[in-house]
T-cell receptor, first 108, second 113 residues
């Protein structure tokens, strides 16, 4: 099976940088992905790391270390609209397993 | 808007009843996934279909069943409903059979009273 751990919540001010860590245990690892979900909305795909290293997409970056079973999502230049829940997820045996989610609150 | 549609948006029903949730995937997507999201369980994978065939099963209860039709839309049937079945049910779709990049619909909020 799969298990993922991520912090439950993070609070930061506009313009700041937030890092959301994710550690995982899984059999048959195919990569780590990140999803964003605004309150009451649908999860939206943000990024995927299949290999070690940093992937950058605009203000968001994601990192993976396969040897450490660890990854993170970096949110830069935080904006109010970034207030949402962020989920890490791993794929194994055709199933996408999600972490419990990190609620990011951005304050003015 | 992901292009995935789900109906109904909200559903309120009583314990012991049966409901059907409907999902239409994005145009061209062959794979459909169902997820349950509740406060205490997070986002849980239920079942996946690819081009009409069941591909993977997660923690889906025996009271729940699903199918994907020839036009690729999918239905999730929930029977003998219990209070604990109250949750958001999401459908997602993708072109390929196994992918980390799935497109989620707006969800159906089920309330069992």
């Amino acid at each position: 099976g799969q298990s993922l751990e991520q912090p439950s919540e993070v609070t930061a001010v506009e313009g700041a940088i937030v890092q959301i860590n994710c550690t995982y245990q899984t059999s048959g690892f195919y990569g780590l992905s990140w999803y964003q979900q605004h309150d009451g909305g649908a999860p939206t795909f943000l990024s995927y790391n299949g290999l070690d290293g940093l992937e950058e997409t605009g203000r968001f970056s994601s990192f993976l270390s396969r040897s450490d079973s660890y990854g993170y999502l970096l949110l830069q230049e935080l904006q109010m609209k970034d207030s949402a829940s962020y989920f890490c997820a791993v794929m194994g045996d055709y199933k996408l397993s999600f972490g419990a989610g990190t609620t990011v609150t951005v304050r003015a | 808007d992901s292009g995935v549609t789900q109906t109904p948006k909200h559903l309120i029903t009583a314990t012991g009843q049966r409901v059907t949730l409907r999902c239409s995937p994005r145009s061209g997507d062959l794979s459909v996934y169902w997820y349950q999201q509740s406060l205490d369980q997070g986002l849980q994978f239920l079942i996946q279909y690819y081009n009409g065939e069941e591909r993977a099963k997660g923690n889906i209860l025996e009271r729940f069943s699903a199918q994907q039709f020839p036009d690729l839309h999918s239905e999730l049937n929930l029977s003998s409903l219990e209070l604990g079945d109250s949750a958001l049910y999401f459908c997602a779709s993708s072109v390929v059979e196994r992918t980390y990049e799935q497109y989620f619909g707006p969800g159906t909020r089920l309330t069992v009273t």
